[in-house]
Every structure is written in structure tokens, then in C-alpha cells.
């Protein structure tokens, strides 16, 4: 066995900062809270080369005084807890005493400080040893800055993604906190482009405007619900409002960003139903709670708490969302009219329960059928029921006598006779048109379909599904056609994102500009658009150019062809918003159409467009094969 020796000092300060700093918005996180306890009402975060190059993280809180700068550098000093019952009721962001010594453990580090003295501190550390410390000039409160993030553990850097998404998840966690704290004036800047900034001033709603937008901050609805344990409030949005992950449900536990599960299942059961499959809310959830019901020391990074009493949180998560949704989505009216029906749908189930000739399988001895009278409960004899699994020469029974010789048969056939084996070669077009639909004659038509004949079969055609259908098919040919015809806007239009979509967006440009969206960056999260494509609707042209771009951000950038269906099947909705009575000549136009799509049968989003009743169905349903 090996010698056991003791890790020097600057070894255990590596190994132990990798628990804490991951990457650099773990630092950021860090400085952050550190600032907020240190009771400021104004933070400024600075950072070049996706932070790796340099952080700058300034407040205006107590600072730190001279005497106290060694000490705050090692590991487990901290002046939040003093004994072991304090521990118990944590109410600051940090506690551990690890943050400071972590990041100087891993980069250069200069500190300037003032307590509120004449003047203030300037000290720096390499590697988690201090190189100088001097008087200097500056304003209360803490200003640090963090250059050459990983330069001694390079190993680090490779688990380190790219340098945009290393932005993201440092302006992620800076967006959290600041929904955490309103009250708190935030500014965000790389490289001197600001990214985020927060007025402070307590409003939730106008935090929210400056990290997600205008846009989505109108579609947001407030509540606040609490019992003799918690208090829940904050911000969910409307139903329509969705994104494609969880990312955009933020879990803030007496201030804290905290993540956790079942919390966050509790937010989309508030739902219900209303949500459609994948998509998730943006909501802000606001958690106060008596710390004594909290454990925040179980994970180093604290973004994992253990709570007591979770499932009756999680009960009043789920009650204070569907009640804000009910209250402010649901009419009154609406609610009356479900209640007015009720009675009559439990009168003809009890009429349908009460009817004997329900559970008989056999075919009624008369062929008169009187749908519009109800069943009438007489006495008569008992019923004469059978068994279905058993076979019988009457022909009016599901299985016959020769039901077991007919499957053999037709499983003894081959899928191609001889005779076809010289069949004419046909082209792919002709094949296309023979498989989807024959050639359809105008019977007619109602007010929501067509009716067609073809080989003494009748066809129901959805009028509205199938102009849609149409419609779809002809906008996906535009849209991924080699030249987009452009028109251009007398005005340009401007729009304004939060700061994470507008990163991504940026990345996205090229994808969009395939399809006719050609987006320029305008100033702070703004794109301007000075034209758009000809099959884009121009009716509230910025409703559906953002429901265009939040379609490339909630789906998988390889997954190009479900992109271009949904958009082309969104704004085929939209073109042909409701039924239009229809000419004969349109009619014939439009089944002669449908003939050139491969599956006429469906439109984009898999409802039915068109039904065919066969002669022998046409037959069973008259009773003609009696």
C-alpha cells in the first residue's frame, strides 16, 4: 500500500474549489450572492471571453474592512453562522465561508474595498496566496474582479462548452437572481454590450420586462396564495405562452434559485390540461418560508434544498396557479352553460343504462329503426344473449361457421399474382395519383362538406380541413423553395427580446434567413426587420414573425422538415381561418387537387380531411346484404 501523506495546502484549495466553481457562472453566482448579503442595492457584472478572460462583479453594499481581507480568503471563514443552531435557520444566500477562497484557488483575483472609511483596500491573490495589499481610493462598497479563470487547472477546461453557451448559463443564473431580488438594480455587460439591466425598484413585472421582454411580460398573471407554513406568489404565464423545456420555471425559496422537481411538476399540474405535450410555462415562483423548515446545506452549490413538509408546498403550488388561471381565464357563462347541460346528459345515460336491448347482440327482427324515439322499458321475456367467440351458421352473428376457413384462405395468398409480373411500368406521378385518390365526381356539397363519388363509393370531404390542407402544402413549397420572393416594409419592424432568446437567436440567423427572414441586430436584445416573405400573412405581421422565430427556439435545430411543417401549418391556419361556402367550380378544383398530395386523407396536424364509405358499408348500413 501506498505512503499516506497529508495534500498541501494550494491542493486541497483546487480539489475543494472544483465543488464549488464549475465554470464561470458558478463565479458569478458566488460574487453575486456575496453582494446581496452584503446588503447592496446595486450590482454590476462585467465579463470578457465568456468569463474565462475576466469577471467583474461591483456593489455598493457594506464592503469588507482591512483587517478582515486575509481572513476572508480562507476556507470556512464566514461571518453568517456563528454556532451550530445557526444553521438551522439560514437566511442569507451564502454561509459556507468557501466562495472567495475557491475562486482565488483557480485565477488572479483583485479585490477593492471600503467599509465606509476614508479610504479603501486594494488587495490580489494568485492562486489562493496574497501577492500585495495597499490603501486606495474608492467608493463604499466591493469590487472584484477575477482574471485567467482555470489557468493552474487546465484539466478543467475541458469540460467547458462553447464560448456562447458558457455565456447563456452565465446570463442565466444572473436573470434568476434578479428575479429573485426586484428590488435590486442589476446591470449585465460582455465585453461592454450590455446585456441586462433592472431598474430596482421592486416591481416583479418590470424585472421581468428587462430579462424576457415587453412582449412577455404582458402575457404574465400574478398570484399569491399562503397557509400557516408558506407563502406562494410571483408570476405564471398564459396558457399560449409556452417554451419547449422547464428552463423558464424559476423556484425562488427566500430568495434563493433553488432547484427541485416536484416543485416544478406542481407548477405545470396547475396547468391541468391546458398545456399542450412538451410545452412548458415561464413562471416566477416566489417560495416564504420559516428557515427553520429548510435545510440549504446539502448540496455545495445550495441550488438543492431539503425541505419539510414538500408535498403540502407542492398542494398549495398546484392551488394558488389553477385558481390565478380560473380566476382570470375562465367566463362565468361559459362555466353556466357546461352546468346547464349536465342534467340532460345524465337523463340519456340513464335512459341508455335503463334500456335492455343494449346488451343484446342480435340484430333486431324488424328493419325499421325509430331513432328519434327514446327506449321504452316494457316487460318482456329474458333475452336470448350469446356467446360472440363461438361460431354460428347464422350469418346475422359476428363470426360465422366459416369464419376459420375464410382467415386460412387468405393467408395462403402470395402479395403479387403472376399476372402482374408483366404489368405496364408506370411513372412515379401516375403511381402517386392512383395510390392517394381516385377521380372524384361532384355529388355536392353542405355547409361543412363536399360530397364526391368514385366506383360507386362516396366520399365526405371536410371542406376546411381540406383548404388548409392545400394551403399547407403550398406554403411548405414556397417556404423551402431556392428563392423567396421578399416584400418590404414602409415601416420597419422592430422587435424586442429577453436576453437569453436574443443570444440564440443570434446563432440562428443564417436558418432564418433560409426561409425569408432576413433579421438585423438593433441595438440592446432588438432585431429590425425591413421586409418579409410574400407567404408570410401580413395581417399582424409581428405576431406571426415571433411565433415563426419561438418555433426555431423550442425545437431541435437538426429537426429542419417538423420546423418547416409546423410553421407552414401554423399560417395555414391562419389564411384560412373559418368555412366559406364554395362554387361547384371550386369544389372540382379542390378535389382535383387533392388527388397530387400524397396523403389526402390527413392535414399537417393529423385531423381528418377525408372519409371514404365503400359500396358494401353503404349497403350494411341500409341493410342491403340481408
Not at 442569507?92 to 477562497?101: D, I, M, V
Not at 490603501?135 to 475541458?158: H, W
Request: net charge neutral.
Amino acid at each position: 500500500m501506498a505512503q499516506i501523506h497529508e495534500l498541501s495546502e494550494n491542493l486541497a484549495n483546487q480539489i475543494a474549489a472544483g465543488e464549488v466553481i464549475e465554470r464561470p457562472a458558478s463565479v458569478v453566482k458566488e460574487l453575486v450572492e456575496n453582494a446581496i448579503d452584503a446588503g447592496s442595492s446595486r450590482i454590476r457584472i462585467d465579463f470578457i471571453d465568456g468569463g474565462l478572460k475576466q469577471i467583474v462583479v461591483q456593489d455598493n453594499g457594506s464592503g469588507i474592512r482591512s483587517d478582515q481581507i486575509d481572513l476572508a480568503f480562507q476556507r470556512h471563514a464566514t461571518s453568517k453562522i456563528n454556532n451550530e443552531h445557526d444553521l438551522f435557520k439560514v437566511g442569507t444566500l451564502g454561509f459556507r465561508g468557501e466562495a472567495l477562497a475557491s475562486i482565488a484557488a483557480v485565477s488572479h483575483v483583485e479585490i477593492l474595498t471600503n467599509a465606509g472609511s476614508a479610504a479603501g483596500t486594494l488587495a490580489k491573490f494568485s492562486a489562493g496566496v496574497k501577492t500585495s495589499q495597499e490603501e486606495a481610493g474608492g467608493a463604499q462598497g466591493t469590487k472584484i474582479t477575477v482574471k485567467d479563470l482555470f489557468y493552474n487547472t487546465p484539466a478543467r477546461l475541458k469540460y467547458l462548452r462553447s464560448q456562447r453557451t458558457e455565456i447563456m448559463k452565465l446570463v442565466d443564473i444572473v436573470n434568476r437572481i434578479a428575479l429573485g431580488y426586484p428590488e435590486i438594480a442589476f446591470t449585465l455587460t460582455n465585453e461592454g454590450r450590455q446585456l441586462l439591466k433592472t431598474v430596482g425598484n421592486s416591481n416583479l413585472q418590470q424585472a421581468i420586462s428587462s430579462i424576457y421582454g415587453r412582449h412577455t411580460a404582458e402575457k404574465m398573471l400574478p398570484f399569491e396564495q399562503s397557509n400557516d407554513d408558506f407563502t406562494v406568489s410571483g408570476l405564471v404565464s398564459k396558457p399560449e405562452l409556452t417554451r419547449s423545456t422547464r428552463n423558464f420555471i424559476s423556484i425562488l425559496l427566500n430568495g434563493r434559485y433553488i432547484k427541485n422537481f416536484k416543485l416544478a411538476a406542481a407548477v405545470m399540474a396547475g396547468y391541468g390540461s391546458q398545456l399542450s405535450a412538451k410545452h412548458y410555462p415561464i413562471a416566477i415562483i416566489k417560495i416564504t418560508v420559516d428557515p427553520l423548515l429548510v435545510d440549504v446545506n446539502v448540496h455545495p452549490t445550495k441550488q438543492e434544498v431539503r425541505l419539510s413538509k414538500e408535498q403540502e408546498l407542492s398542494r398549495l403550488v398546484t392551488s394558488a396557479i389553477s385558481d390565478c388561471l380560473l380566476r382570470t381565464t375562465t367566463q362565468s357563462d361559459a362555466l353556466a352553460n357546461l352546468a346547464g347541460g349536465k342534467e340532460d346528459t345524465l337523463v340519456d345515460q340513464l335512459k341508455f343504462n335503463l334500456n335492455k336491448n343494449v346488451v343484446d347482440t342480435k340484430r333486431p327482427e324488424s328493419s325499421e329503426v325509430h331513432e328519434s324515439q327514446p327506449a321504452k322499458i316494457t316487460s318482456r321475456k329474458p333475452a336470448k344473449y350469446v356467446d360472440l367467440t363461438v361460431p354460428r351458421d347464422d350469418s346475422r352473428y359476428l363470426i360465422t361457421a366459416t369464419w376459420v376457413q375464410n382467415v386460412k384462405k387468405q393467408q395462403s395468398l402470395r402479395p403479387f399474382s403472376s399476372t402482374n409480373q408483366t404489368a405496364e411500368v408506370m411513372t412515379s406521378g401516375d403511381e402517386l395519383l392512383i395510390n392517394s385518390l381516385p377521380e372524384l365526381t361532384l355529388v355536392g356539397q353542405t355547409a361543412n362538406y363536399i360530397v364526391a363519388s368514385a366506383n360507386n363509393n362516396l366520399y365526405l370531404v371536410d371542406q376546411l380541413a381540406a383548404r388548409r390542407l392545400l394551403k399547407f402544402e403550398e406554403l411548405k413549397r414556397q417556404i423551402t423553395a431556392q428563392k423567396i420572393t421578399e416584400q418590404g416594409l414602409l415601416t420597419p419592424l422592430t422587435l424586442t427580446f429577453g436576453n437569453l432568446d436574443f443570444i440564440q437567436i443570434q446563432a440562428k440567423l443564417p436558418e432564418l434567413k433560409k426561409i425569408g427572414l432576413f433579421l438585423e441586430e438593433f441595438g440592446q436584445d432588438t432585431f429590425i426587420l425591413r421586409s418579409y416573405p410574400t407567404w408570410l400573412t401580413s395581417d399582424n405581421l409581428e405576431t406571426s414573425v415571433r411565433s415563426i422565430i419561438d418555433s426555431y427556439l423550442n425545437v431541435d435545430q437538426t429537426d429542419s422538415v417538423t420546423l418547416i411543417n409546423r410553421i407552414a401549418a401554423d399560417q395555414a391556419q391562419k389564411m384560412v381561418p373559418g368555412r366559406s361556402k364554395l362554387s361547384s367550380a371550386d369544389c372540382e378544383d379542390m378535389l382535383t387537387r387533392l388527388r397530387q398530395i400524397s396523403d389526402p386523407y390527413h392535414d399537417a396536424k393529423g385531423n381528418v380531411v377525408l372519409v371514404c364509405l365503400r359500396a358494401t358499408q353503404l349497403q350494411k348500413m341500409f341493410k342491403k346484404d340481408e
